[in-house]
């Protein structure tokens, strides 16, 4: 394919709003819910601030056509070693996509890498796998993964703790809890540092328990906290909510606690008019996993993630071995 990459312009967001609409274009039977950008006016809105993302760049066809773009968000100042690539981000024109984005991703990354960033971090949708075997093939791996559900009623076997809405007095139990939650992930095979806020996490459960857009339910064994699940509109898809934080004690994992704190969620969106309940859940993560499958979740979205090694900030093909042999290198006397 005869491509020619360039950097993004203004003049490319209406085509790139096109081909962003008409690759997101729900599929029959596809919940509207799980598709963002499914028109091209509101493709071109995700795009109209393409500029304060950070680099972009677009592949043309011989005729001149747009055959593809690919925007990354970065830091406002360097620093941040991270690269991202929202959903709303990246697009080719049918047939070619594996060049396409195998041309525009090399273009893209060798910037990324010029300004510090060495964590490159994509958004593709589920259903599209082509596109997801192409950054599979780049490098990159599965990290997270968002999951969509109807508010039917969940899978499973309802444990018998009494499920209740969470109050201010059960925060020093609550924070134990996701403080438990978090020291988990550190475990085999997830391996995340814990490396935890707990000012920053008491805040955002006190914000959880007081926000009267949120619902936060305790679920309670032998008088006690044991489980956790907040809820609240989710701010990108409309007619969904969004699961946040999820914690059931391992000393009761598996007794149908998940299953009743999922019950009362989904009852809840109900009442509200929602149609949806999407979650995210680390691929790694086998318990989360099995859950949340397990209950009906079907991936809408991955989130795919390479990290290169920083060393090729020094170790790049520029490098100088002269003073590596002296007299004996390739510039020796």
């Known amino acids: 394919m005869d491509l020619n990459v360039v950097p993004f312009e203004d003049g490319m967001v209406e085509a790139a709003g096109e081909l962003l609409a008409a690759v997101h274009t729900p599929a029959a039977g596809t919940p509207a819910a799980a598709v963002d950008p499914a028109d091209s006016d509101t493709a071109r809105s995700h795009l109209d601030a393409w500029r304060a993302a950070g680099p972009a760049v677009a592949a043309l066809a011989g005729d001149g056509t747009l055959a593809g773009f690919m925007v990354a968000n970065v830091a406002p100042s360097p ?50 796998s082509d596109t997801l075997a192409v950054f599979v093939q780049l490098g990159f791996g599965i990290e997270q993964i968002r999951g969509l559900r109807p508010l039917t009623p969940p899978n499973g076997t309802a444990g018998k703790a009494r499920v209740r809405q969470a109050t201010t007095e059960d ?79 391992a000393a009761v994992r598996g007794g149908g606690l998940g299953t009743a704190l999922l019950s009362g969620v989904l009852e809840w969106a109900t009442r509200q008019g929602h149609r949806a309940c999407a979650v995210s859940w680390s691929s790694v993560n086998l318990v989360s996993d099995a859950f949340w499958r397990g209950h009906g979740f079907t991936p809408a979205r991955y989130t795919l993630v390479r990290r290169l090694d920083p060393r090729i900030a020094w170790a790049h093909s520029r490098l100088d071995y002269q003073d590596f042999l002296p007299g004996d290198g390739p510039h020796g006397q």
């Open 171 to 249: 925060l020093p139990e609550l924070l134990a809890l996701v403080l438990e939650v978090q020291k988990f992930h550190a475990e085999a095979p997830i391996h995340l540092p814990a490396l935890i806020d707990l000012h920053a996490m008491r805040d955002n459960l006190q914000a959880s328990v007081t926000d009267a857009r949120r619902l936060a339910l305790v679920a309670e064994v032998d008088g006690r906290p044991a489980g956790l699940m907040v809820v609240e509109p989710h701010s990108g898809i409309p007619g969904a909510v969004a699961i946040g934080i999820a914690a059931v004690t």
């Open 79 to 128: 620093g941040d070693p991270v690269g991202r690539i929202p959903l709303s981000h990246h697009a080719t024109a049918p047939g070619g996509a594996r060049a396409t984005y195998r041309h525009l991703y090399r273009a893209l990354s060798r910037r990324l890498v010029d300004i510090g960033c060495f964590e490159h971090r994509i958004k593709v949708a589920a259903d599209h």
